[in-house]
């Protein structure tokens, strides 16, 4: 079983809709869960982080955390064609501190 | 404050060649990642260093791999031989503290031919 899942897509969506990407995690002792936004040919850039059980806003983006289902996901509203990109789910474990990064969820926003 | 910095940006080399990336961290992030990503997968962990310490390095292809960070800061990754599978993007990150976020350097862009 891999630490980190994510569905790999490709996910499209229409401009100004919901986009949601989901996680799941192997490690019930994981601490830190991050979102990461990797355009093509560029490198991860940290969009989200949450560490608890709920949920965390910060502009149109909104993490879910359930550490009982060891699920996190991401929520995008309002997607607009520049949110199109690979999102990337990482997960800090309990263990060793590694951070372990999910296959990624490649997003289109259609205009 | 400055980013992570990596170079070169791009290499190409042939296979059984062998080749090496350096990485400056954020200043004052104790803890250096080098990942490497194949394109359309995500990042992979190679080695951790927390000062110059190894944490982890499991995943390192110990026969042709091989990376240290002197001093505690700048680190550099070295492949020697390389092989075809080789060919992906060197990532190189850095965060202040344990569960804190990692901040990813430009990355190097490998070519093994």
């Known amino acids: 079983q891999k630490e980190v899942e994510q569905n790999s897509g490709p996910l499209s969506v229409p401009e100004g809709a919901i986009a949601s990407l989901n996680c799941t995690y192997s490690?019930?002792?994981?601490?830190?869960f991050f979102w990461y936004r990797q355009y093509s040919g560029k490198s991860p850039e940290l969009i989200m982080s949450?560490?608890?059980?709920g949920d965390k806003e910060d502009g149109r983006f909104t993490a879910q955390l359930n550490k009982a289902s060891q699920y996190v996901s991401l929520l995008i509203r309002d997607s607009q064609p520049s949110d199109s990109a690979t999102y990337l789910c990482?997960?800090?474990?309990?263990?060793?501190?590694?951070?372990?990064f999910g296959t990624g969820t490649s997003l289109t926003v259609i205009p | 404050e400055a980013g992570v910095a990596q170079s070169p940006r791009y290499k190409i080399i042939e296979k059984r060649q062998s080749v090496a990336f350096w990485c400056n961290p954020i200043?004052?992030?104790?803890?250096l990642y080098w990942y490497q990503q194949i394109l359309g997968q995500g990042p992979k962990l190679l080695i951790q260093?927390?000062?110059?310490?190894?944490?982890?390095d499991s995943q390192l292809p110990k026969d042709r791999f091989s990376a240290e960070r002197l001093k505690g800061v700048d680190s550099t990754l070295k492949i020697q031989p390389a092989k075809l599978e080789d060919s992906a993007v060197y990532l190189c990150?850095?965060?202040?503290?344990?569960?804190?976020?990692?901040?990813f350097g430009n990355g190097t862009r490998l070519t093994v031919t």
């Open positions: 490690d019930r002792g994981s601490q830190s």
């Open positions: 200043s004052g992030h104790a803890t």
């Open positions: 949450i560490y608890s059980n």
């Open positions: 990150a850095s965060s202040s503290s344990f569960y804190s976020p990692l901040h």
């Open positions: 260093f927390q000062n110059n310490g190894v944490v982890d």
């Open positions: 990482a997960v800090s474990q309990a263990s060793g501190n590694q951070f372990y």
